[in-house]
């Protein structure tokens, strides 16, 4: 069964400061895709990233980059000069290939606050 | 990505009614998903809505309590029937468009309250 681990629950920063967020996961297949979402306080799920097993390249978009290792199975998500607009729910997502499709498994999210 | 609209955006309910979540995509999907995102919690994944058939659930949810319907490749309504407080959650459909693969976008959700 297909498992996403977001260890931390809830992270608070000071505006500027860089933070992590961790994500490790559990799957059986050889071929997956792996997610980042953002859910700001009006509730709306906000696609980051998408990233195939394949492919081990960090990514760096703006402030924000992705480092994935599959020898640890993380993807972890880091926010450089963090700000206030950061402030929302973080969700990894790992997919899984069914016959009606391609199912996400979510992880329980990490709270991240930044304060001014 | 597509425009995702959902109706209502809001709503609350007394107990033992039903509701009709509507979501709507302004560009051919290939496919169209329902989650439940409870209180303070993570998604899970009700069903993925086919068109022209039966949507396919996940274990735990049943179609009696969340009949689907999918009558074309832009539109969907998710039913919360016979409810109960424990169905106040944030519901969203989500939708993966072919050139995309499966990248899976996210309505703006509907925030139900059970009272």
Redesign the interface.
């Known amino acids: 069964a297909q498992k996403v681990t977001q260890a931390q629950t809830e992270i608070s920063v000071v505006e500027k400061e860089d933070v992590t967020l961790d994500c490790v996961y559990e799957t059986r297949d050889t071929t997956y895709?792996l997610?980042w979402?953002k859910q700001p306080p009006?509730?709306?799920?906000v696609?980051l990233i998408?990233r195939n097993s394949f492919d081990e390249q960090n990514e760096i978009s703006g402030r924000y980059s992705w480092n994935f290792q599959k020898s640890t199975s993380s993807f972890n998500f880091t926010i450089t000069a963090s700000q206030v607009v950061d402030s929302a729910v973080y969700?990894c997502a790992l997919?899984e290939k069914k016959s009606?499709?391609?199912?996400?498994t979510?992880?329980?999210?990490t709270r991240l606050a930044v304060r001014p | 990505?597509a425009v995702i609209s959902q109706k209502p955006s809001r709503d609350i309910c007394q107990r033992g009614t039903s509701l009709t979540i509507q979501c709507q995509v302004d560009s051919q999907v290939?496919?169209m998903?329902w989650y439940r995102q409870q209180p303070g919690?993570?998604?899970?994944?009700i069903a993925?809505a086919?068109q022209g058939s039966e949507a396919?659930y996940?274990s735990g949810f049943v179609i009696d309590k969340f009949p689907i319907s999918r009558p074309n490749l832009t539109f969907s309504t998710l039913t919360v029937s016979n409810m109960s407080p424990e169905d106040s959650s944030?519901y969203?459909c989500?939708v993966?468009m072919a050139v995309s693969y499966?990248?899976?976008?996210?309505?703006?959700?509907t925030?139900l309250t059970v009272l």
Do not use: A, C, H, W
């Open positions: 895709y997610f979402y009006s509730g709306e799920l696609f998408r969700f997919s009606s499709g391609d199912k996400l979510f992880g329980t999210g | 990505s290939t496919m998903f919690q993570s998604l899970t994944l993925t086919n396919t996940e944030i969203l989500s993966v499966n990248e899976q976008f996210f309505g703006p959700g925030r």
